[in-house]
C-alpha cells in the first residue's frame, strides 16, 4: 500500500526533450557533456540504440505515458490530450502500491494549468502543460495540485531538479514512481533559441560539430553551443539526483531511466528541429541503473521508446497490461533475444504525414502526399521517400531511394513497415514505390539485402 516501506524498487523517470543520441560520450561526443550519464550506462544498461516512436513532444509523450501509439490514443500531434479513459504508468503503478508524483513538462492537455482531470492519474502534481511558454530559462514557474502558480529559484533546469529532490527526501518512507520532465535542452519558443546557464554557451560555440551538422549547416552554427551548455547542465542535475539516492540510502533499491522524447537535426531536415525519421530526429541516449538493470551492460538491440513503459513495469515486479504494444527489454539485459523485432517503426505527423523503419544497416521512409499533417492520423496511400545505407553512411547523407542497385532493399524495408503498420493497428495502406534513379557503379549483394 502507498505509505507502507518499500520491498520493491523505486522507479525514476529522467526525461529530457530534444536531446541527440551523440551528446553523450558513449556515442563519440568529445566534450565530456554527459560524465553521469555515460557512468549510469556503464554500471547499469545502456540501450545503445535508442529511438523515439514519434518525432514531436506531445505525440512521443502520449507513447511512454500509455505504452501506445499515437495513432492508437489519438494523440498524434500536439495539442491533443489524452483521452479521459487513458491508462497511464500513473494508474499502473499506484494500483502496484505505489505513491506517483509528475514533475515538470506535460504536454498532454488542452488546458493550463492543467485539470486533475487532465494529469494521467498522478497523485503528486508540479507542473505546466508547456513549461516552454509558462517559464524562461531563469524564471520557472509551474502549478501545483491546486493549480496555484509556484515560481521556483534558480535555472530552470535546476528548479525543476530540486523539486525533484524535495519529493524524493519527503516520500523516502514510501514506494514511489517520479515522472521528471524537463523541457531542455529544446528551445525557448519564444527566443528560437537554446539558453543555457550563464557562462556555458561559451564554453562550447565552435566546438566538435555531429558530422550530419557540419555538412548541412542549418541553424547549427548558431545554436550548438547553447544546446550543449544545456546538455551539460542536465548532467550535472542527474548527478545531484543520484547523489541525493545515494545520500538517502535510496541508490541501490530505485531503477533510473534516463531518456528523451526525440533528437534534434537543427533544421537541417526541414524547416524546424524534429519531425522526419533521419536518426538526427529520432535517435535519444538511454540507460538504466538499479534493481533489474546493474550490469546489463550495453544491448545491441533496436529499441524504441514504446518498449520502456513494459520495461518498467516487470522491473517493479507489476503485471504488463496485455494492451501495450511495446514489449519489454528485460530480457535483452540477460541475453535473450529470441523473438526481438530486426527494425523499430516510426509515426511521423505534423510536419508531414509519415512512416518509418530502420534496422542496423537500412533506413526506409514514406510520405503521404495527399494528408492533411495537422488532422490525418495516417494514410491509405503512401510514396517513397527515401533509403540510407546507415553501415556506410550512418548520418543520412546520401539518398538512395529509386537507385536501380537498391530496388530489393526497398523492397524488403517496404514490407518491413507494411508489416509494422498493420501490428500497430493501422489498416494496410498501399506504398507507391520511387521513381528509378540510374545506379552507376553501385550494387548490393544478395547477403546484404534483408540486414
Known sequence: MPGSKPDRPNVIVFFTDQQRWDTSGLHGNPLDLMPNFDRMAQRGTHVYHSFTCQPVCGPARSCLQTGLYATTTGCFTNGRPLPKDARTLAHHFHEGGYRTGYIGKWHLAKDEPVPEDQRGGYEYWLASNALEFTADSYRTVMYDGDNN???????????????????????????????LSYIEPHFQNHLDDYPPPDGYRERYTGRWIPPDLAALGGSSHQHLGGYYGMVKRLDE??????????????????????TSDHACHFKTRNDEYKRSGHDSSIRVPTALQGPG????????????????????????GLAIPPELQGRSILPLTRGDAEGWPEEVFVQISENEVGRAVRTHRWKYGVVAPHANASTDPGSDHYVESYLHDLEFDPYELRNLI?????????????????????QAGESASEIAPATPVPAGQRRVFPHEVGL
Open 402 to 422: 529509386g537507385v536501380e542497385s537498391h530496388h530489393e532493399v526497398a523492397e524488403v524495408m517496404r514490407n518491413r513497415l507494411l508489416r509494422r503498420m498493420v
Open 149 to 179: 502558480p509556484v515560481l521556483l529559484p534558480g535555472y530552470r533546469v535546476d528548479a525543476v531538479t530540486d523539486a525533484a529532490i524535495r519529493y524524493v527526501d519527503t516520500h523516502q518512507e514510501d514506494r514511489f514512481f517520479l515522472f
Open 237 to 258: 542535475a542527474l548527478g545531484r539526483l543520484l547523489d541525493a539516492l545515494k545520500s538517502l540510502s535510496l541508490l541501490d533499491n530505485t531503477i533510473v531511466l534516463f
Open 293 to 316: 538493470f546493474t550490469g546489463g551492460g550495453q544491448i545491441q538491440q533496436l529499441v524504441s521508446l514504446i518498449d520502456l513503459p513494459p520495461t518498467l513495469l516487470e522491473a517493479a
